[in-house]
């Protein structure tokens, strides 16, 4: 009866019996394990107690641990199924896998998982769910060196190359994850994913012909895969050659998205599990100028559709609290600049009145994560599947949810796409608007407020006081000598610190014009992680500057990538920053200032044109902010010749800064609109 799946039978015939206790044992565990198919898991939990205390065999430690996983007890389980593991090879290891992965990534359950996988070192899944569990802790490290011993002992199984080429991509190391990268796609060449993952690992060390070349060959195999098609359409260059060439580009990404649309139209919502997988933000299309609204418009749309028809949840309806509950969803609450920006809006709200929730989905922790986790009243990692981390926000029933930014994570996107708090919020931590109808607001500042009559967001937008952030004044730096740079000490350094992918090919002239007037001063900018973007920049500046008829290696530098000690002490032996067009520094210009730095600020006309300019009025320098990119031309001219107006510049901004950090207004005005009325 048990073999035809007849548990309600088998029930039946064994209570009157198996109840007894002196009954067998084996008929107490066939009784048993039709109560647990039947999802009488109470009464099941009861008997497998029993019985692995009477009979303390392997199958019986089995039984009770799987009893204890449909009680939603995972990491209890894993005891009873360890102990199972240790006195018989032959105990299969699937419920302890299930376990492994439901429990939270405690040092138990890792020691417990750890134990496990020393045991059966041939047993691939296992393996696989170490490494899993190791990377759900944070332990990357950790999880790369158990997937390289899994990868040793099956090195013909495409996973573990698999999952190590992601795994390092996520935290940088490219090169590595493109070599797992490969050996995955020879492995399985008539599979996409492989050459999925390697196409996204090219795309972040800025080969976008690799990446275009790996995700037609994934298309050949599945021309209508929603993934691949979306990977290949945000293939938009972070450092386009030429105006036209970036205009090319976007024509080409707009066209591809209407592409996507056509097909969900065919395809959800029956294929939307696929289509949830397959989301991607539009970062490197939001560096290109204009507002993005429309374009945005359209890509909010189509994330909307699929998390409609993939995650479909209640209407939110919090239960009446004494403290309302806010909770802040990001992956990147580590040492990051967005986390620089509003972790103070976490840790200064008012405890007596709001109960703050952390939500982090991404795999890197740090000493911040740590202080954060701290301070919140809850906190959650939430870096497995998407629809467990809507369960977890869900159950939490939030009152109002705020994203410090949405655009640079499809996860995380893809989760504020749901409905899950009455109150939605994102702020500028990447300053585009999100096309979303679920994001209600967009928390922005004052001071860096657009013209009237211009529209850039979808979003409500609330205007905080100031510059819109409780900001910590940077410690003071390390004193450098320019020597530790290699870096001049009879020139002026203007500096150009900004991600690369600020820097437009519109504006390659300005540079030049500013050489060709001051020449004795040095441009100088950081290398981009990837040689090939800096590369690239490095070729486009080199026409623009012998187009003026002049040597660029003269005029300009990149330094390497810097440590953050270092960063703050170049910081402090330059002479002028330059604000990066159309998209401006934010928390760069706030570090700047903190050493006493005249920030020239770019005349934006988008919000995220003028974080510069906003942070320079907040400090009472209007005279730092050019009215024209003529006029900023200028003013870099005239600073870059006068060196006692640039000192003097330096002890005004000294002696002003403190009155741009630890400003509490912002968060002061964001609790009041969050007990306003929605």
Same mark, same amino acid.
């Given at each position: 009866? !048990?073999?035809?799946?007849?548990?309600?039978?088998?029930?039946?015939?064994?209570?009157?019996?198996?109840?007894?206790?002196?009954?067998?044992?084996?008929?107490?565990?066939?009784?048993?394990?039709?109560?647990?198919?039947?999802?009488?898991?109470?009464?099941?939990?009861?008997?497998?107690?029993? %019985?692995?205390?009477? &009979?303390?065999?392997?199958?019986?430690?089995?039984?009770?641990?799987?009893?204890?996983? !449909?009680? /939603?007890?995972?990491?209890? !389980?894993?005891?009873?199924?360890?102990?199972?593991?240790?006195?018989?090879?032959?105990?299969?290891?699937?419920?302890?896998?299930?376990?492994?992965?439901?429990?939270?990534? &405690?040092?138990?359950?890792?020691?417990?998982?750890?134990?496990?996988?020393?045991?059966?070192?041939?047993?691939?899944?296992?393996?696989?769910?170490?490494?899993?569990? #190791?990377?759900?802790?944070?332990?990357?490290?950790?999880?790369?060196?158990?997937? &390289?011993?899994?990868?040793?002992?099956?090195?013909?199984? @495409?996973?573990?190359?698999?999952?190590?080429?992601?795994?390092?991509?996520?935290?940088?190391?490219?090169?590595?994850?493109?070599?797992?990268?490969?050996?995955?796609?020879? %492995?399985?060449?008539?599979?996409?994913?492989?050459?999925?993952?390697?196409?996204?690992?090219?795309?972040?060390?800025?080969?976008?012909?690799?990446?275009?070349? #790996?995700?037609?060959?994934?298309?050949?195999?599945?021309?209508?895969?929603?993934?691949?098609?979306?990977?290949?359409?945000?293939?938009?260059?972070?450092?386009?050659?030429?105006?036209?060439?970036?205009?090319?580009?976007?024509?080409?990404?707009?066209?591809?998205?209407?592409?996507?649309?056509? %097909?969900?139209?065919?395809?959800?919502?029956?294929?939307?599990?696929?289509?949830?997988?397959?989301?991607?933000?539009?970062?490197?299309?939001?560096?290109?100028?204009?507002?993005?609204?429309?374009?945005?418009?359209?890509?909010?749309?189509?994330?909307?559709?699929?998390?409609?028809?993939?995650? @479909?949840?209640?209407?939110?309806?919090?239960?009446?609290?004494?403290?309302?509950?806010?909770?802040?969803?990001?992956?990147?609450?580590?040492?990051?600049?967005?986390?620089?920006?509003?972790?103070?809006?976490?840790?200064?709200?008012?405890?007596?009145?709001?109960?703050?929730?952390?939500?982090?989905?991404?795999?890197?922790?740090?000493?911040?994560?740590?202080?954060?986790? !701290?301070?919140?009243?809850?906190?959650?990692?939430?870096?497995?599947?998407?629809?467990?981390?809507?369960?977890?926000?869900?159950?939490?029933?939030?009152?109002?949810?705020?994203?410090?930014?949405?655009?640079?994570?499809?996860?995380?996107?893809?989760?504020?796409?749901?409905?899950?708090?009455?109150?939605?919020?994102?702020?500028?931590?990447?300053?585009?608007?999100?096309?979303?109808?679920?994001?209600?607001?967009?928390?922005?500042?004052?001071?860096?407020?657009?013209?009237?009559?211009?529209?850039?967001?979808?979003?409500?937008?609330? /205007?905080?006081?100031?510059?819109?952030?409780?900001?910590?004044?940077?410690?003071?730096?390390?004193?450098?000598?320019?020597?530790?740079? /290699?870096?001049?000490?009879?020139?002026?350094?203007?500096?150009?610190?900004?991600?690369?992918?600020?820097?437009?090919?519109?504006?390659?002239?300005?540079?030049?014009?500013?050489?060709?007037?001051?020449?004795?001063?040095?441009?100088?900018?950081?290398?981009?992680?990837?040689?090939?973007?800096?590369?690239?920049?490095?070729?486009?500046?080199?026409?623009?500057?012998?187009?003026?008829?002049?040597?660029?290696?003269?005029?300009?530098?990149?330094?390497?990538?810097? &440590?953050?000690?270092?960063?703050?002490?170049?910081?402090?032996?330059?002479?002028?920053?330059?604000?990066?067009?159309?998209?401006?520094?934010?928390?760069?210009?706030?570090?700047?200032?903190?050493?006493?730095?005249?920030?020239?600020?770019?005349?934006?006309?988008?919000?995220?044109?003028?974080?510069?300019?906003?942070?320079?009025?907040?400090?009472?320098?209007?005279?730092?902010?050019?009215?024209?990119?003529?006029?900023?031309?200028?003013?870099?001219?005239?600073?870059?010749?006068?060196?006692?107006?640039?000192?003097?510049?330096?002890?005004?901004?000294?002696?002003?800064?403190?009155?741009?950090?630890?400003?509490?207004?912002?968060?002061?005005?964001?609790?009041?609109? %969050?007990?306003?009325?929605?």
């Amino acid at each position: 009866m !048990a073999a035809r799946g007849d548990h309600a039978g088998v029930e039946r015939l064994a209570r009157p019996w198996a109840s007894r206790p002196g009954a067998a044992p084996a008929l107490q565990a066939a009784w048993a394990n039709a109560l647990l198919a039947l999802g009488h898991t109470a009464l099941a939990l009861q008997v497998w107690q029993r %019985l692995a205390q009477r &009979s303390p065999t392997p199958p019986m430690f089995t039984g009770l641990g799987r009893a204890l996983l !449909a009680a /939603d007890q995972p990491a209890r !389980a894993l005891t009873p199924l360890l102990r199972a593991l240790s006195q018989s090879p032959q105990s299969p290891t699937r419920a302890f896998r299930s376990a492994a992965l439901a429990a939270p990534a &405690s040092p138990e359950v890792i020691q417990a998982v750890a134990m496990a996988a020393h045991l059966r070192p041939s047993d691939l899944p296992l393996g696989l769910v170490h490494a899993r569990v #190791l990377e759900a802790s944070g332990r990357l490290d950790d999880a790369a060196q158990a997937l &390289s011993r899994v990868q040793a002992r099956h090195p013909q199984h @495409p996973e573990p190359p698999l999952r190590l080429a992601s795994l390092l991509a996520a935290v940088g190391q490219l090169d590595a994850a493109a070599r797992h990268a490969h050996h995955a796609c020879t %492995l399985l060449p008539r599979h996409t994913e492989p050459w999925r993952v390697a196409a996204f690992i090219a795309r972040k060390q800025g080969n976008l012909d690799r990446a275009a070349e #790996l995700l037609d060959r994934a298309l050949a195999v599945d021309p209508h895969h929603p993934g691949l098609q979306w990977a290949r359409a945000i293939l938009v260059p972070a450092i386009p050659d030429s105006p036209e060439a970036e205009a090319a580009a976007v024509a080409d990404y707009d066209a591809r998205l209407e592409a996507l649309h056509e %097909l969900a139209d065919r395809t959800l919502p029956a294929d939307a599990q696929r289509w949830l997988h397959a989301v991607q933000d539009a970062f490197p299309v939001h560096y290109v100028g204009g507002d993005c609204l429309q374009r945005q418009h359209r890509h909010g749309r189509l994330v909307t559709r699929i998390v409609q028809a993939a995650l @479909p949840v209640p209407a939110p309806s919090p239960p009446p609290r004494t403290r309302m509950r806010v909770g802040f969803v990001s992956s990147v609450f580590r040492r990051h600049t967005v986390t620089k920006l509003f972790q103070r809006w976490m840790t200064h709200l008012d405890r007596a009145r709001f109960e703050v929730v952390g939500y982090h989905t991404g795999l890197i922790e740090d000493d911040t994560t740590r202080a954060l986790r !701290a301070a919140c009243d809850g906190w959650h990692t939430i870096a497995g599947p998407l629809p467990t981390a809507v369960h977890t926000i869900v159950r939490d029933a939030p009152d109002a949810l705020i994203f410090p930014e949405l655009g640079m994570d499809a996860r995380v996107l893809t989760l504020a796409a749901v409905r899950l708090a009455p109150k939605q919020a994102v702020t500028w931590g990447h300053p585009i608007t999100t096309g979303l109808p679920s994001i209600d607001t967009f928390l922005a500042c004052e001071a860096m407020g657009v013209a009237p009559d211009r529209t850039w967001t979808h979003e409500a937008r609330v /205007d905080l006081p100031g510059i819109g952030v409780h900001y910590d004044r940077p410690p003071i730096p390390i004193a450098r000598p320019r020597a530790h740079f /290699d870096l001049p000490d009879s020139r002026p350094l203007l500096l150009c610190v900004q991600s690369l992918q600020k820097y437009r090919p519109a504006h390659d002239a300005l540079y030049a014009r500013i050489a060709a007037r001051v020449p004795h001063a040095l441009l100088v900018f950081v290398a981009d992680p990837g040689t090939a973007r800096t590369e690239r920049l490095r070729a486009r500046f080199r026409r623009a500057f012998a187009a003026a008829g002049l040597e660029l290696d003269h005029h300009l530098t990149f330094l390497p990538r810097l &440590s953050e000690p270092d960063w703050m002490s170049l910081l402090a032996i330059g002479d002028l920053f330059l604000d990066s067009p159309e998209w401006s520094g934010g928390n760069t210009t706030l570090e700047a200032v903190s050493v006493g730095l005249p920030c020239i600020a770019w005349p934006g006309h988008t919000f995220r044109g003028r974080h510069c300019l906003g942070i320079n009025q907040a400090l009472g320098r209007p005279d730092l902010c050019p009215r024209t990119p003529d006029d900023w031309v200028d003013l870099v001219v005239q600073l870059a010749h006068d060196a006692p107006r640039r000192a003097i510049l330096s002890q005004e901004i000294r002696a002003a800064a403190p009155g741009l950090f630890h400003d509490n207004r912002s968060t002061e005005a964001l609790a009041d609109w %969050l007990r306003s009325p929605a």
